[in-house]
């Protein structure tokens, strides 16, 4: 208990981090813009496990988030990209039990955005930095044995039934970990349509650096999220 306050504490302070620098930016650079994204994450868990019958499978689900750009310079601008986004994956064991995950993380990556490429009303940039995020909700649902209901076959072997499960994964401040940091990288076209207003479409790449669980030992796995996101968006460019 006490550690999810002190992951909320920390959490806010990094938000408020965030928003001064915002506040700081605005009032000393000369441009900046702010743009609304949305799209799809498709997320992988790497793990490394002496249990080689349990794997992983990715799976798909939503991003949606702000992103604040602050022009140091010509070529070069600070990115901020706030926002909530899923990381979904699947366990599933060889004899078919399918077990689906998903995680929903308040994400804050930072990065360095370099535009390499512009021309009448196109841009090309890459980005690359880091990001914080934080384990908000988990949802499991899938199949599990009911070992009350056991029969048996012809040859006197076990059937055991499955049954349908879902619930809301219940978080243990000695195992898991709610903090996640890791790498952000991000190709960017934007298309000038009028004005100030810019389509934005990106290509995102984040790699997290830290564990899901703490206390990791031989039997346990280490879990490691790998997510790629394609989201679309409009842009606003604000010049003072």
Sequence with gaps: ???????????????????????????????????????????????????????????????????????????????????????????????????????????????????????????????????????LRSEIEGNAPNVFEINSDAKENDIVKLERIKYMHKFDSIYDNRLEFGISSKAELEYHIIKNVFLSIKFHYYKSLTDQQYHTNEIESTRYNQTNAFTAGLVYLIKK
């Design 1 to 135: 208990m006490l550690k999810d306050i002190n992951n909320l504490i920390v959490d806010k302070k990094i938000l408020l981090t965030f928003l001064s620098l915002f506040f700081f930016l605005n009032g000393v650079y000369a441009q900046f813009s702010v743009g609304v994204d949305f799209g799809i994450t498709n997320n992988q868990l790497n793990i490394t496990s002496i249990d080689t019958a349990l794997k992983t499978k990715e799976r798909q689900g939503y991003i949606l988030g702000v992103n604040l750009n602050y022009r140091l310079g010509k070529l070069l601008l600070l990115e901020l990209i706030p926002g909530f986004l899923e990381k979904k994956y699947s366990w599933v064991n060889v004899s078919g039990i399918l077990n689906e995950v998903n995680n929903t993380y308040l994400q804050f990556p930072i990065n360095l955005k370099f535009c390499f490429f512009s021309k009448k009303r196109i841009n090309l940039s890459m980005s690359l930095g880091g990001y914080y995020a934080y384990w």
